[in-house]
């Protein structure tokens, strides 16, 4: 595709049901109301309901809310039976929310915070509703990452919660790092369905919520700098929404900004770090991920040629 890829390109959604997860606010916020605008029937999956249908009021189109706590198995467990009773199939799920340099802490289940919010609530509500969208042709699950993965990330099997020792730069790390691997794992298993895919995509640099925790030493320089190496909500969302519509996207791709570093720009196809496609390593997060969360997939092992040509960095 030419140009510069802008909501003007996202083709009609009617008839489309999507789910988006932290929809009240931000990036969330930008995704959610422009696929309403193109017709598809949007729920905004909050932690906050009130917050929500505040959101909500302000978009134009089919919107609704669901109370989504991604920090307790138990609220996201809620969520996708009362999603489940609601809907017959589901066209997309973007896994958006998140949270990120939270100060050491535990989600209600007693996971580190960051991966537990970020990852695992995540993977659990994927496993919980993918049977809905097994049978729909086109139908995708877009995870959002973030440059964050390269930055001092590895997944540490062996302290994944941080117990001894807290960095919340490489927990923050750890757990986007872990989105991009449930990622590359999800399009291997869902290959020989043919009908859902699982993209990833990343924001670059966006003026949101999400950086409410930086350490204090950074709070005022970056909010100083913050007009000159940040982008709009609206701009940041570009890349997940291009990953959820864009009729070429092809399974296992990455979207992120298309200018210098990959920071602020027009979506296009990017690469993530060779970490990251460590398939022995995606396979080991899978089955930890099942463990801890106690939700079971239904698609089965992972198909090893299952990625787009390209979608692998040269080594």
Do not use: C
Not at 206 to 217: D, F, K, M, Q, W
């Amino acid at each position: 595709m030419s140009g510069k890829w802008t909501t003007a390109n996202i083709p009609d959604q009617r008839g489309r049901v999507a789910v988006v997860t932290g929809a009240n606010t931000g990036l969330g916020y930008e995704t959610a109301k422009a696929l309403a605008e193109r017709g598809a029937s949007v729920v905004l999956a909050v932690r906050n309901p009130e917050k929500g249908e505040q959101a909500a009021a302000r978009m134009a189109g089919d919107v609704s809310v669901q109370a989504l706590d991604l920090t307790s198995l138990d609220s996201v467990r809620t969520a996708a039976a009362a999603l489940r009773s609601r809907f017959d199939r589901l066209d997309l799920l973007i896994n958006n929310a998140g949270v990120m340099y939270t100060p050491k802490q535990t989600t209600r289940d007693g996971f580190e915070m960051q991966f537990g919010t970020n990852h695992l609530g995540h993977f659990a509500l994927t496993g919980l509703l993918l049977d809905l969208m097994l049978p729909v042709p086109g139908s995708r699950v877009v995870t959002v990452s973030s440059t964050g993965h390269r930055i001092r990330a590895a997944i540490h099997f062996d302290d994944l919660q941080w117990e001894r020792s807290y960095s919340r730069v490489g927990a923050y790390g750890q757990s986007k790092l872990a989105n991009l691997m449930f990622t590359y794992e999800l399009q291997r298993r869902l290959a020989a369905h043919g009908t859902t895919v699982a993209v990833a995509a990343h924001p670059g640099l966006s003026g949101t919520e999400l950086a409410r925790n930086t350490p204090a030493a950074l709070r005022l320089p970056l909010t100083w700098l913050a007009p000159l190496i940040t982008q709009k909500p609206a701009m940041g969302a570009l890349p997940t929404l291009r990953a959820a519509t864009d009729p070429a996207a092809l399974g296992g791709q990455y979207y992120g900004p298309g200018g210098r570093n990959e920071v602020m720009g027009h979506p296009r196809l990017v690469t993530s770090s060779p970490e990251s496609y460590e398939a022995a390593v995606q396979q080991h997060l899978w089955a930890v991920s099942e463990d801890l969360t106690g939700v079971t997939f239904p698609v089965g092992r992972s198909q090893q040629n299952a990625l787009p040509s390209g979608s692998a960095p040269k080594r």
